[in-house]
């Protein structure tokens, strides 16, 4: 079935400084890549989204970018501030039941 | 986001007991999902449903039953609690004419501890 790494599990910037968060998944035919934010003791929330049929988007400060030949997606926020610092975690949806499956979690820490 | 209730939202019980964990939502959504999270490890999918009449198994439903009541309603069952299911657990929902079967609300979580 489908895997998903994702690196680093932790990160510490300081506030004003750009941050990556990278994803690789195993299932070529997968198609949906969402990015969520979970602030310490909150639910996740949904905060960006990629389909397989888009190399890059764009929200505000953060932006994600896909590789499928690589087979890799990435999280990108710029000038980060500290209500930044959460728990994101990437996901892929496999073609095989439609379920999507979460990364492991990456804990950005921004410091003012 | 409150349109996505969860009841209760601590709970601390005893092995071998029968514990319910109740959803609701007012968002009229068609899909609903149970996911369990660990420190470390993520969420992992327990159940899903896609309407009332659609039980789905995810990836560790062993241990677990679920109940759609209704279109607003999906509660989650654990027949026999072991202390291995201690564990967040959440509920999210997602519209199916927008973000197809992707869960996108998430309820608070339910802590539960057991012991």
């Known amino acids: 079935g489908e895997n998903v790494e994702q690196h680093p599990s932790t990160l510490s910037v300081q506030e004003g400084d750009s941050a990556v968060i990278k994803c690789t998944y195993s299932d070529s035919a997968s198609n949906y890549f969402p990015w969520y934010k979970q602030e310490l003791g909150k639910r996740p929330q949904l905060i960006i989204d990629i389909r397989s049929n888009v190399g890059e988007k764009k929200d505000q400060r953060i932006a994600v970018t896909l590789n499928k030949t690589a087979k890799h997606f990435s999280l990108h926020i710029t000038e980060t501030q500290p209500e930044d610092s959460a728990v994101y975690f990437c996901?892929?949806?496999?073609?095989?039941?439609?379920?999507?499956?979460f990364g492991t979690g990456t804990r950005l820490l921004v410091s003012p | 986001d409150a349109d996505v209730t969860q009841t209760p939202r601590n709970r601390i019980t005893k092995t071998g007991k029968r514990i319910m964990l109740e959803c609701s939502q007012t968002?009229?959504?068609?899909?609903m999902y149970w996911y369990r999270q660990d420190p470390g490890l993520g969420l992992q999918l327990i159940y899903y449903?896609?309407?009332?009449?659609?039980?789905n198994k995810g990836e560790i439903s062993d241990g677990y039953s679920v109940s759609r009541q209704a279109q607003a309603k999906f509660s989650l069952s654990l027949e026999s609690a072991i202390p291995n299911q201690t564990a967040l657990y959440f509920c999210?929902?997602?519209?199916?004419?927008?973000?197809?079967?992707?869960?996108?609300?998430f309820g608070d979580g339910t802590r539960l501890s057991i012991l």
């Open positions: 999210a929902t997602s519209d199916l004419r927008y973000r197809g079967n992707q869960p996108q609300h």
């Open positions: 996901a892929a949806v496999p073609t095989s039941g439609q379920k999507l499956v």
């Open positions: 449903s896609f309407d009332v009449k659609d039980i």
């Open positions: 968002k009229g959504h068609d899909r």
